[in-house]
């Protein structure tokens, strides 16, 4: 399994990025894909999920109303359109398969993209 993320950047304050996370060696269009970040000196969390059938979202409270999923399943890719950056926002960013229990996820963590949001 590969999960490939990129297109995270330095980027201002309110500014915008969109990444994208390429998977193989799974069944893509089976599985919930999801975003996930880690910030310095902090623990990785999942801040958005998309589901395999219907496409239905969930969103972090830290992220909803700014960031949006979305998945084509015939590229196997999932994105992340991110607005309204802030500070905060700075982490490295990975997508995954969640697993069962919070916390858990299916596949080995790829090498994530950078996101630094700094004036």
């Known amino acids: 399994v590969q999960l490939q993320a990129c297109g995270g950047g330095l980027v201002q304050p309110g500014g915008s990025l969109r990444l994208s996370c390429a998977a193989s060696?799974?069944?893509?269009?089976?599985?919930?894909m999801g975003w996930f970040r880690q910030a310095p000196g902090k623990e990785r969390e999942g801040i958005s999920y998309?589901?395999?059938?219907?496409?239905?979202?969930d969103y972090a409270d830290s992220v909803k109303g700014r960031f949006a999923i979305s998945r084509d399943n015939a590229k196997n890719t999932v994105y992340l359109r991110m607005n309204s950056l802030k500070p905060e926002d700075t982490a490295l960013y990975y997508c995954?398969?969640?697993?069962?229990?919070?916390?858990?996820?299916?596949?080995?963590w790829g090498q994530g993209t950078q996101v630094t949001v700094s004036s």
């Open positions: 995954n398969t969640p697993g069962q229990f919070p916390g858990y996820v299916l596949w080995a």
């Open positions: 060696g799974f069944a893509f269009k089976y599985r919930v």
């Open positions: 998309i589901n395999n059938s219907d496409g239905d979202t």
